[in-house]
């Protein structure tokens, strides 16, 4: 019997050794991921895969709520057309009432009065007409430049 190890139990003790030697080091790098929360070279890779992707879903998103601007932008415009065209429609109306009530008297001033009791003249009237429909349309435009941001903002939010 010999005191001396054999080869065999040499060779074994050494694998023991550096197996062990692996496992403390595979720990410490799975110690040093976890504190990191990654890897180093697949965060460049993830990141290189998404950005593009990224970009893509936010260009997608502008695209859509630019689009959707414009047809509020379409509304808000036909808006004020509707309301130029019933301004307009309205004041006709007027005018026509009064000219028939004033034909049912007989009148030699080319000054008429109107519903309101005011005295003007045939083109005065014409001139009012105009300055109250373009108001309406001026009142009506100023609104056009918030409802298209509102919109933008909104659908641009909800599209995330």
Do not use: C, H
């Amino acid at each position: 019997m010999s005191s001396v190890p054999g080869p065999d139990t040499t060779m074994a003790a050494e694998n023991a050794r550096l197996r062990a030697r692996i496992e403390a080091l595979e720990a410490e790098l799975a110690a040093t991921r976890t504190l990191e929360g990654r890897e180093p070279r697949s965060e460049y890779e993830r990141l290189r895969r998404d950005i593009p992707t990224q970009v893509a879903d936010e260009g997608t998103r502008v695209v859509k709520a630019l689009a959707q601007a414009l047809a509020e932008q379409l509304r808000a415009t036909a808006d004020v057309v509707s309301a130029v065209a019933d301004e307009a429609f309205r004041r006709r109306e007027e005018r026509a009432a009064d000219e028939r009530d004033t034909t049912d008297r007989p009148s030699t001033s080319p000054v008429a009065e109107d519903q309101r009791g005011t005295r003007t003249t045939r083109s005065g009237r014409t001139a009012e007409d105009l300055s109250a429909v373009i108001n309406t349309g001026i009142e009506r435009a100023v609104e056009i430049p918030r409802r298209v941001i509102e919109r933008l903002s909104d659908a641009y939010r909800k599209s995330r």
